[in-house]
């Protein structure tokens, strides 16, 4: 029966997830069929837009996970220490519903926000010297927007799941932290977030794997602006071009490859810093 | 129970290895049936009567439909998307899809990119370019000489025709006769006439505007294209672009002086914001499609009749009186297709019926429907002065020094200029990169950069 059960997903994982990786390995290694070593890998390094496309995509990665992960722990465990009931639901409920705008659709909603011109918080923009949707996107304030947008989307279901696993801590461990003189801070900095260590590496981990694959926000954000937002800000989009404009599937393979690696690495390190896989 | 369990199992695993054979033969298939039927290419065996599929933007969907219900017997199926605007390439990405998946092409594409012919003509990864070529067969000489001259030349490779212009797009200089008369103004004709008339306009009536250069289209196509700046030039696999050039530095100096005294805003022609300027642009350098596009538009500056002109478009005092041009969609026919016949029928159709004119947003580039087009605009009381004749000198005075390379002009524009005048630099502070920009583009495109 469980087989029954995972096959599902297994046969999904191996079609568009396992098969897919193993083409893509073959391309990155080849031109026209036939092996060419690391020819294609060469021509993506001495391409002038890999280099920009990395530095926008890393640069992004810290601004968003610094701030995914400060945020979501605070604000998770703001929402648990409150103690009216229906105050935290709510809440939490508020925090989850711009979860449920899907990737693209949520773009659109932030290219309003963004328009100074029809904006409804216009005011905080021309705040900021901000007068133009050009001078909004401008290329320096893109791993900001990019930043608030995705933690506006994905950070409710974080602070969801942070706050269950806050309820998962024992009640005598909080009890006997509170006898000892412990308070809210105390409480949250010696005990809380050590024992959410695992759930937090594990968030970093997914949004790394989110992160990386930076597409739809950007490609959106530069065909609305005309082209303001260069089509070739992101690592993932510079594979796109790749494959469907140079209709070069070779270099954009080796491009999806160098992405995997680096992705492979960082999440090995969040999982090795972060104890995922230990047992206790 | 377990042995249903394992059969459930047997069965997705041959499912999926059905899936996965079938996958692997599709990338593989392909080139089946073919033959040479003397039309210049190799065209897959025709079936007649089999459908035929469309696709068309927004703008173009009325004529498609019209085809549709005056062919009643031609099974045709309309599909709308976004018509390739502003360089998105979506046009060629969906293609590359078709051509590594060998199957799917629409038999006709509508695009309003004039350089597709760069891609579109060429085979790709072993696979047929995907446009027929239409000179040799498929549609015949006598309607082909029907066009303005010069119109199919963007899609003309060593003499084969592989797409069929729509509309021209020449540049004319558009003007308010209202605003000129209350502020006692003349028409410019020169580019040194329009620089003049800035210093006074700026000096005197603060606030009224001569033209934007906020839209990738405008900076190249309407202001460099039509002060012959060499650019953007390609001579087969050589491209080279000249900022040094005494026309590109005149009127790079004439942008940046009339952006610094505000008579040149920086707001897109379609942004929200350029409506607010209906009663304040006293003139402006543009493609004949704005009199549908931005003054007959109610988003766009609503302007009421009688007050909008068209002249004859702006030169450099003393030299050869020509202009630029902001696209023209091209109509393309599918080398994949089965039913070649409909398809010379519907590009027939919408290129030279009486509908076609009926429902034209621009200048069309079939000579007959151009004319009638003409006399329609002419006779509706909208324009002021020769509106006819200004569009026709225009048509036939396009400067052919501009190049139709894979790329668009239009990319390095808006990701360099644009946000650059934004944040307070000048045009000739930003010329370095952007011409950094088109050549690293035009290397990765393949081009041998001079």
């Known amino acids: ?280 | 129970m377990a042995s249903q369990h394992r059969r459930f199992a047997r069965l997705l695993a041959v499912t999926a290895a059905v899936a996965t054979v079938g996958l692997l033969s599709a990338c593989s298939g392909g080139d089946t049936g073919a033959s040479d039927s003397g039309l210049g290419f190799q065209s897959v065996e025709q079936v007649a009567d089999s459908p035929i599929t469309v696709w068309v933007d927004a703008a173009r969907e009325p004529i498609a439909t019209a085809f549709k219900a005056a062919n009643p017997d031609i099974p045709i199926t309309i599909e709308t998307y976004d018509g390739n605007a502003g360089g998105s390439d979506s046009f060629k990405t969906k293609m590359a899809l078709f051509d590594q998946s060998g199957e799917g092409w629409p038999d006709v594409v509508f695009s309003t990119q004039t350089n597709d012919a760069s891609w579109a003509a060429q085979e790709s990864n072993g696979v047929q370019a995907f446009a027929a070529p239409l000179n040799k067969g498929v549609l015949d000489d006598s309607f082909l000489s029907g066009f303005t001259a010069g119109a199919n030349a963007p899609m003309t490779v060593d003499g084969t025709v592989y797409g069929l212009r729509n509309d021209l797009a020449p540049v004319v200089l558009w003007y308010n006769q209202k605003l000129l008369d209350q502020f006692g103004y003349t028409v410019p004709t020169t580019w040194e006439e329009y620089e003049a008339l800035s210093d006074k306009l700026a000096a005197d009536h603060p606030g009224y505007i001569l033209g934007s250069v906020g839209d990738g289209f405008t900076g190249t196509y309407v202001y460099y294209w039509g002060a012959q700046a060499p650019i953007f030039q390609v001579d087969g696999d050589a491209f080279s672009t000249n900022f040094a050039d005494d026309h590109s530095k005149r009127m790079t100096a004439l942008l940046d002086h009339m952006i610094a005294n505000k008579t040149l805003v920086q707001d897109s022609v379609f942004g929200a914001n350029f409506a607010s300027y209906s009663d304040k642009l006293v003139a402006i350098p543009g493609p004949a499609w704005y009199s549908g596009a931005v003054f007959q538009n109610t988003a766009g500056l609503n302007v009421p009749a009688g007050e909008i002109g068209a002249a004859a478009p702006l030169y450099w005092n003393g030299e050869d009186k020509v202009t630029g041009n902001v696209g023209g969609g091209v109509w393309y026919a599918s080398s994949h297709s089965k039913n070649l016949k409909a398809v010379a029928d519907f590009l027939k159709y919408a290129v030279s019926s009486d509908k076609a004119a009926e429902l034209a947003s621009g200048l069309p580039a079939y000579t007959a429907t151009s004319d009638a087009w003409l006399k329609t605009q002419s006779g509706s009381g909208y324009f002021v002065g020769d509106f006819a004749g200004a569009v026709n000198t225009a048509a036939s005075s396009v400067w052919d020094g501009w190049g139709f390379p894979s790329f668009s002009p239009e990319t390095a524009y808006s990701s360099i200029v644009i946000p650059g005048l934004a944040a307070g630099k000048s045009v000739a502070d930003l010329v370095p990169a952007w011409e950094a920009e088109i050549k690293n583009e035009a290397q990765v495109q393949g081009y041998t950069v001079k």
Request: charged share 10%; aromatic share 16%; hydrophobic share 55%.
């Open chain 1, 1 to 280: 029966m469980g087989y029954a059960f995972s096959s599902g997903y297994g046969i999904l994982l191996l079609a568009f997830g396992v098969l897919p990786t193993l083409y893509a390995i073959f391309l990155a290694f080849t031109k026209n069929g036939s092996f060419v070593g690391l020819d294609n890998f060469s021509k993506v390094f001495g391409d002038y837009r890999f280099f920009p496309a990395v530095q926008h995509v890393a640069l992004y990665l810290v601004v968003y996970l610094v701030c995914l992960i400060l945020f979501v722990v605070l604000l998770a465990l703001i929402v648990h220490a409150v103690r009216s009931r229906w105050l935290s639901t709510s809440v939490r409920f508020l925090y989850y519903i711009p979860g449920a705008l899907a990737g693209a659709s949520s773009v659109l909603l932030w290219l309003f926000l963004l328009d100074p011109t029809v904006s409804p918080v216009a005011f905080v923009l021309r705040g900021m010297g901000l007068d133009s949707f050009v001078q909004t996107v401008s290329i320096d304030n893109l791993p900001v927007i990019f930043t608030i947008i995705a933690f506006w989307t994905g950070a409710g279901g974080w602070i969801v799941i942070m706050y269950g696993a806050l309820n998962n801590i024992s009640e005598e461990v909080m009890e006997a932290a509170r006898i000892d003189g412990a308070g809210p801070i105390g409480t949250a900095w010696y005990i809380q977030i050590p024992m959410l260590r695992k759930w937090i590496s594990y968030m970093g981990i997914m949004a790394l794997a989110a992160g990386t694959q930076l597409f739809v926000e950007p490609r959106v954000l530069s065909q609305a602006s005309k082209g303001v937002v260069p089509p070739d800000y992101s690592l993932n989009q510079l594979a796109y071009l790749y494959a469907f404009s140079q209709k070069d599937f070779n270099g954009s393979a080796a491009i999806s490859l160098i992405l995997l690696v680096v992705a492979v690495g960082l999440a090995a390190f969040f999982v090795f810093r972060g104890g995922l896989f230990e047992r206790e």
